[in-house]
């Protein structure tokens, strides 16, 4: 959707500069941040609907600046690092982030990422309705989710895989399923795994209800 913004934080100009033209080509507003620190005080000012985060940032490093922004936010986020480790981007997708590109990127690429973290972010594709597993509830149009009576705070990523694992209630669905369902084409199916850690710890007395599947994927108890 034009005009949605994007709070890019990355310490190197030219790439900083490069995505922003990119990204202004295609409608979006951008702002820019150098640091960490100045993300927290753009992030609140800006008020982005997706931020693209370098990991090797100066004051507050990526991986710390994540954590802060989850504490209060569900924003979409893509990691842009220079750090293809896998064990750097799982870590990254248990702090929340929503998608991982490395460096050196096509910014064509970097772009179509954002296009589709938002697409996801926007809604919870096409099956809408009211799904309940004992005690936890998720109501796909309004795109909420509940433990109970306790309302909980997920990212786009979280909301999509709990909506396709409660879609499919007492289905086991295998990891390629579920990153299907997710969008995420360019990842591989061991993030997965990540998504779902991070699912637990947000379902609190709600997690047992999302059961591994040994050998296939996970699916959710009825």
């Known amino acids: 959707m034009a005009g949605e913004r994007i709070l890019i934080v990355e ?3 030219r790439i900083a500069e490069v995505l922003a033209r990119y990204l202004e080509a295609e409608g979006f507003q951008t702002e820019r941040a150098k640091d960490g620190r100045e993300a927290l005080v753009l992030f609140r000012r800006f008020a982005p609907d997706l931020i693209l985060l370098d990991l090797m940032i100066p ?6 600046l994540t954590r802060q922004l989850r504490a209060k936010s569900a924003v979409p986020i893509i990691m842009v690092t220079a750090k293809s ?10 702090l929340g982030a929503d998608d991982y590109v490395t460096k050196p990127f096509s910014p064509r690429e970097v772009v179509a990422r954002v296009k589709a973290v938002l697409r996801r972010a926007r809604g919870p594709g096409p099956r809408g309705g009211r799904y309940t597993a004992g005690p936890l509830t998720l109501d796909a149009d309004a795109v909420r989710v509940f433990c109970g009576e306790q309302e909980l705070a997920l990212t786009p990523s979280e909301f999509r895989l709990l909506h396709a694992l409660m879609a499919a ?3 086991a669905l295998s990891r390629r399923e579920l990153l299907d369902a997710l969008g995420e084409a360019y990842v591989d199916e061991r993030t997965v795994d990540a998504h779902v850690k991070n699912l637990r710890k947000k379902l609190g007395s ?3 209800r999302v059961e591994t599947v040994r050998g296939v994927g996970y699916r959710v108890a009825t």
């Open 11 to 13: 310490d190197e100009p």
């Open 169 to 171: 209630a007492g289905k």
């Open 206 to 208: 709600c997690a047992e």
């Open 85 to 94: 480790g896998e064990l750097d981007r799982v870590l990254g997708l248990e």
């Open 59 to 64: 004051e507050l490093d990526g991986l710390e």
